[in-house]
């Protein structure tokens, strides 16, 4: 058991007063109790249903807050931050220039890159989080989805990545190198595998399974079809990138006659079981057939910004009732795992293109809390009510830096401060960060390790 004892400020529909010092009691991986006043029994063992044992933590300096939840990422990506080559390239180029390094990944790199994106978002108050990972090489004999639950396992922290594939190479028309791409067939049979050997489908699951094909430029259309098809068959969700570049808009015209959503639509890779990742250049009326089948938009402006690809417009897809959630996107393209950040840059970007108006710092805070949580199909999680899972960050805002900015506290965290991380992460009532240091895994040797496997991939460059 932990109580999270005297909240400075509680964001949970379950109270009327956020600032009138709430205590939660977790037991079991779930939030049991928000109450004023529970104590812990003084000899270890609970009195009655409201004095429970357990540690307790003092939140008097904190805004405790449900745990974050990424939509999008590529973990592998965290081995080649801020390549010279790739700082200043737009998608497509960048891609073409990171594919050759990428295809050098091994399983050592794949479990390091999986703990290391998992470690900085557990800093900066991510409890739950999917990756996308379609790339594998010719080299890679291992059980890649195997590493990657048991690294995050390890960690602790709340996963549903996704099986991604691609299957055209350029010797098909498309971007990546044959080396790193698969035939229909083993994609699909290993699909299969990984879902049964891991999806868990339980409301309360801390490991769930979706897949994913890349992109329309790196995917048959077979492939999409039959991945749909599948993830169906098998009860799991769906996700792809989608109009993420002016230039994918063009490819797909000039390739296969058709806009990005156009070719969803008649390879059935669209619905209320589907998410696209970014979704930049969706017009009018494909944000309304968006909103009218439920199909969900994962949003990283990071990335975004960082390529020049564009603004996504999230202010209008939210008023048309398109379910929108954050993702921080890979991180060769945004160069952190910041969730936090990520969350911050949603609010800034909307403001450019809409105004200082158009969306405030608690719809932010939606779109990375219960929105996610419901994109990857966690009904129990991003929210603090009774009976969901005991997920939750807690920020010290009693520092320099918020200083002058608690007159809205929650609001503070994405306006104002100077470190993202959290003080205190907790997954499935598990105390994973702990005054801001990770509890799972010895930072420094986690630090050394991936610079290691980072310069192994450059080796050959």
Known sequence: MIILKNCFYLHSPEVDDPTAGWDILLDGGRITRIAREIQPDAEGRPEDSRQPTGEVIDCSRHVVVPGFVNTHHHFYQTLTRNLPAGQNAKLFDWLVYHYPIWANLDEDAVRISTQLACAELLKTGCTCTTDHHY?????????????????????????????????RGQSQGGLPPDSVVQDEESILKDSQRVVETYHDPDPYAMRKVTLAPCSPFSVTPDLMKESARLARALGVRLHTHLAETADEDDYCLQTLGRRPLAIMEEWGFIGPDVSYAHGVFFSDDELRVLADTGTGVSHCPSSNMRLGSGIARVSEMISMGVPVALGVDGSASNDTSDMLAEMRNALLLQRVKYGADTITARDIMALATESGAAMLNFPRTGSIKNGWTADIAAFDVHKLEYAGALSDPLAALLFAGINHQADHTIVNGQVVVRHGELQTIDEETLTVAANRAAAGLLADR
């Open 135 to 167: 790339l594998y090489p010719d080299s890679f004999g291992g059980d890649l989805a195997g590493i990657q639950f048991d690294a995050a396992s390890e960690l602790g922290i709340r996963f549903s990545p996704s099986r991604g594939s691609m299957s």
